[in-house]
């Protein structure tokens, strides 16, 4: 019998001891968490900056907390490569790249797959401090679980219209500790781009259709799309929009372009074989008729956009695609 008490005090004692290495663990996570968050910082574009460190909320609505100055970083996202490459920053991983949109900085990293099949057993093969992905990318987004467990810190993040280039790009240069770059690149670039917005007269009550073209579909955007955003910061009016706008595709429907006879038409070109991208606008379009009949196609304003601005993001060269645009639709003003 009393050897039997013996032996639950010492299993009382081990779990005493044991738990409280547990809490004692737990708790020293907690005050890292916290230490990180306290004393004087400055915050811009949502992101917090320290000493040593930057807090911000990631694209799975999640904060996150980073050291300064990664050594090792791998990127799975070539938008997000080339403001990382802009902020200072070096890969040594990265997805294949566009022969149309080649980042220079990243010619000396390792290929961890493409776009579509990321490698996750060459990723952590490679032993990365950071792993930038792509939060609106499924196939990136089942990647951070095994990451994490692999104690990789995780940058996921959404990029949409220009906000998100200008939050990206202070993160960025935050991290890689380039105010300089921040002020070429960020600060800068939006007082470029507003000063071109201003200039856009706000009473032509112009309309227009944006278009995505690609091989398989034709699909139309709303003003909250990436170029349909500038469109609407130009002051023209998109049929696509409803109620409530969305960055969800729209489908494509003629009659209702019909109907409306917009005043330009602008066509965001995708995929890599461009004919037969221009195959299926005029299988779904142009061979109808009454296309030719719509009031920007009989007047010159049937636009195909230059895929290096339009379709992939701009990042700096912001400034540089709305006046490319302001040309097209204001050319009195802007040329």
Sequence with gaps: MRLRKTTVLMIFVLIILFGGCGVKEQNNTVNKKENAEEGEFTEEFGVAIYDDSVSFTDGRGE???LKKNPERVVCLFNSYLEIWDSAGGKVIGTIEDSAEKSIEGAKDAEIVGTLGAPSLEKIISLEPDIVILNANSKINMELVPALEQNGIDVVALNYFVKEDYFEIIRLFTALTDRDDLFEE?????????KSIIEKAPKDKNITALLMVASAKNITVRDSS??????LKDLNLENISDGPVLSTEVKAFSLETILKEDPDY??????????????????????????????????????????????????????AEAYEGLGKIIYPDIFN
């Design 63 to 65: 904060k996150v907390i």
């Design 185 to 193: 690149y960020g600060l800068k670039v939006k007082s470029d781009v």
């Design 225 to 230: 799309s990436y170029v349909g955003q500038m």
């Design 265 to 318: 038409i602008f066509v965001q070109l995708t995929g890599t074989d461009q004919n037969k991208v221009f195959e299926k606008l005029k299988e779904d379009a142009e061979s109808n008729p009454a296309w030719a009949s719509l009031k920007a196609v009989k007047e010159g304003r049937y636009i195909f956009l230059p895929k290096d601005l339009y379709m992939y993001k701009a990042n700096h060269r912001y």
